[in-house]
């Protein structure tokens, strides 16, 4: 602190101007012992790493076999630990330091190189815990410029093929890494890479670029550099592997996971052969992690915490922002598969959100607002168990198959009814408007596709404005359809009645009205399918994908078959009756779904009440919902009222 003198003569303006150097200072100062110490943690961290890998070459069978090999390996053991003790105090400090007495131990015992690696990179991941500086790049580095990096800045020791036989390695000594060494390139990791390629390596050939090459181009540099080891029958070979195996997906959920994880440590877990080809997959494309959704899911988990920390501090819209961000940004691209997988908890997980931001909005008490979060945190947690335990072929084939069947039914009933009306009246000339509909909502559904999987990823609040608002749209014209309907169901001389207005019911208004009616009945429908769908196929097992949707399509068949047959056969005044009962439903169902939609988007607030979630009905335990399904209710018992009332009038 900067301490100004008081005498009178001393101008405001050079009292500011102190302070506000004295705070420049401070500025300066801080970012240079933060950087200081993310130097510390790094360089600590690549010693540790250094030593698992190298440790090999100085012992074997309990006894040392490169005499300053191991002197090399005690001295950095002991130089870890220095630093390590250097470190700022904080929890976990001890721990880290018993540990490393316990690698200098298992050093200075002899012990077996496997021993010596597990223990060093134990303790690398743990001070990485207790001080965590970033270890992952921001985004997938662009792979093709690390190849261009590398030809150019590292092909002279390094050779094209990672062989260690450029046109100056005879000359060097020691020698250059050879990165196509399969059993050294095996303990090492893609940040290890990165920490060379910034840091260096002292008393060899190797520089440090970390001025001379930007970030995203030493990351995409340690990504080349990991490949080299690996064949591209052994990535084909992971994609497979990645593809069909959630326990995979789970053990790395995001990049940087995957910058910290080696074919060794991996293969601890899922053997030697399946390790290697993953690595090699992931490493060769490292934009697949980011699709996954336990990083989704660490998202949300970030988001939640940072909504509780900025609550505390006073800032409830800010908390309420990042809430909405932890949902639309990082649990709805999993709602898809969990949909599929656990559709029970996923209503917990969405009323459980819900609840959160109401509490938030009522200024309830932080520890409250705190609890909440961590029992989301918990819900979290069972979403990865679920999504990770099963992601075979048959979850797969129903996931597609109920998630068509479930999404189908709604649009077919909008649009049977339609169909079924309009041959009743014997107006089949207008059928090519409903057909024109609900093609053009396949197509456009098509178009949906393509723009989500190839062009732009569709945001969860764009999923929910567009699920939301053409809900509500087609509520309102359902029920006004419904009401209507009934009205003819229970008029008498219907049929004449019918005859006598049907060029003007019919005429370009309506035909335009028809087209509408049925391409956002079934829009909606298709529109959260294929979302759904592109979900499903990011988590591999395409054929039985294909399967279900397949499946799907059949029995929607059938039942479509069913449902125009008996509406036939029905007499036209049962047909009307039963038809605008069922058009009111959908009315209040949809309704329901549209108000769930935009309070997930964040347009409309959340005021949880103690009601029950029946998703297939859209009730929804939302004092909004349910009141504007109320409305509904009672707009349909006004108007079937009325319409019981004109006959005897």
């Known amino acids: 602190m900067i301490s100004l003198p008081q005498a009178p003569q001393v101008s405001v303006f050079f009292r500011r101007l102190a302070l506000v150097f004295g705070l420049f200072i401070c500025t300066i100062t801080h970012?240079?012992?933060a950087a200081e110490f993310d130097a510390d943690v790094r360089q600590t961290w690549k010693l540790l790493d250094y030593?698992?890998?190298?440790?090999?070459?100085?012992?074997s069978n309990g006894q040392p076999t490169n005499a300053s090999e191991f002197d090399e390996m005690t001295e950095f053991a002991a130089a870890a630990r220095t630093k390590l003790g250097a470190l700022p105090q904080r929890d976990g400090q001890e721990n880290l330091l018993a540990q490393a007495a316990e690698l200098q131990a298992a050093i200075a015992a002899y012990r077996d190189p496997p021993d010596v690696a597990r223990i060093a990179h134990a303790l690398a991941n743990a001070l990485l815990a207790v001080y965590p500086v970033p270890v992952a790049p921001a985004a997938a580095p662009d792979l093709a410029r690390g190849v261009a990096v590398f030809q150019q800045k590292c092909t002279v020791c390094h050779g094209l093929t990672g062989l260690a036989d450029g046109p100056a390695a005879a000359k060097l000594d020691p020698p250059p890494v050879?990165?196509?060494?399969?059993?050294?390139?095996?303990?090492?990791?893609?940040?290890?890479?990165?920490?060379?390629?910034s840091q260096g390596v002292a008393d060899t050939s190797m520089v440090s670029f970390q001025k001379t090459l930007t970030d995203d181009e030493r990351w995409a540099v340690a990504f080349r550099v990991g490949n080299f080891a690996y064949t591209d029958q052994q990535r084909r070979d992971g994609e497979t592997f990645w593809k069909q195996d959630a326990t995979l997906r789970a053990k790395i959920p995001n990049l940087e996971?995957?910058?910290?994880?080696?074919?060794?440590?991996l293969a601890e877990d899922v053997g030697e052969e399946k390790a290697a080809a993953v690595i090699a997959y992931l490493r060769s494309k490292p934009d697949v992690v980011g699709k996954n959704t336990a990083g989704g899911l660490a998202l949300a988990r970030a988001r939640l915490a940072e909504s509780v920390k900025v609550y505390e501090s006073g800032n409830a819209r800010r908390a309420t922002s990042l809430a909405l961000s932890a949902y639309l940004d990082g649990f709805e691209p999993v709602e898809p598969a969990l949909r599929a997988q656990d559709s029970e908890l996923l209503g917990r997980i969405e009323s459980a959100m819900g609840h959160y931001r109401s509490q938030i909005a009522a200024g309830v008490a932080p520890d409250i607002v705190a609890a909440e979060a961590q029992a989301l945190t918990k819900l979290f947690d069972q979403t990865e168990t679920a999504?990770?335990?099963?992601?075979?072929?048959?979850?797969?084939?129903?996931?597609?198959f109920t998630i068509l069947v479930r999404e189908g039914v709604e649009a077919l009933l909008v649009v049977v009814a339609m169909i079924g009306f309009l041959r009743?009246?014997?107006?089949?000339?207008?059928l090519r408007y409903v057909h024109a509909g609900w093609i053009a909502a396949l197509v456009l559904g098509v178009v949906t596709w393509a723009v989500a999987a190839y062009f732009i990823d569709i945001s969860g609040a764009n999923r929910e404005l567009t699920e939301g608002f053409s809900s509500l749209f087609a509520a309102v014209v359902l029920l006004g359809v419904g009401i209507w309907m009934h009205g003819k169901s229970l008029a008498g001389q219907w049929q004449t009645y019918l005859k006598e207005r049907l060029s003007a019911a019919l005429g370009r208004g309506s035909a335009i009205f028809l087209f509408m009616l049925a391409f956002v009945a079934v829009y909606r429908e298709v529109f959260e399918t294929i979302l759904f769908y592109i979900a499903l196929w990011t988590r591999g097992n395409g054929s039985a994908i294909l399967g279900g949707l397949i499946a799907g399509v059949a029995v929607l068949a059938v039942i479509a078959f069913v449902l125009l047959r008996t509406s036939r056969r029905l007499p036209i005044g049962t047909f009307f009756a039963w038809s605008s009962a069922l058009i009111a439903l959908?009315?209040?169902?949809?309704?329901?779904?549209?108000v769930a939609a935009l309070q997930e988007a964040g347009?409309?607030?959340?005021?949880?009440?103690?009601?029950?979630?029946i998703d297939w009905l859209g009730v929804y335990p939302s004092a909004i919902g349910l009141s504007l399904q109320l409305a509904v209710v009672a707009c349909a018992a006004v108007g079937f009222f009325i319409n019981t009332r004109k006959p005897r009038a």
């Open 31 to 33: 970012g240079a012992w």
């Open 603 to 613: 347009l409309l607030p959340v005021i949880a009440v103690n009601a029950p979630r």
């Open 424 to 430: 009743k009246v014997e107006r089949k000339d207008a």
């Open 51 to 59: 030593l698992a890998v190298d440790y090999s070459g100085a012992v």
């Open 387 to 400: 999504l990770a335990s099963v992601n075979d072929s048959s979850s797969a084939f129903l996931g597609a």
């Open 586 to 594: 959908l009315a209040i169902v949809l309704t329901g779904k549209g």
């Open 257 to 265: 996971s995957l910058t910290r994880a080696s074919e060794a440590t």
């Open 178 to 197: 050879a990165f196509a060494e399969h059993e050294r390139a095996r303990q090492r990791s893609v940040f290890s890479y990165y920490e060379v390629v």
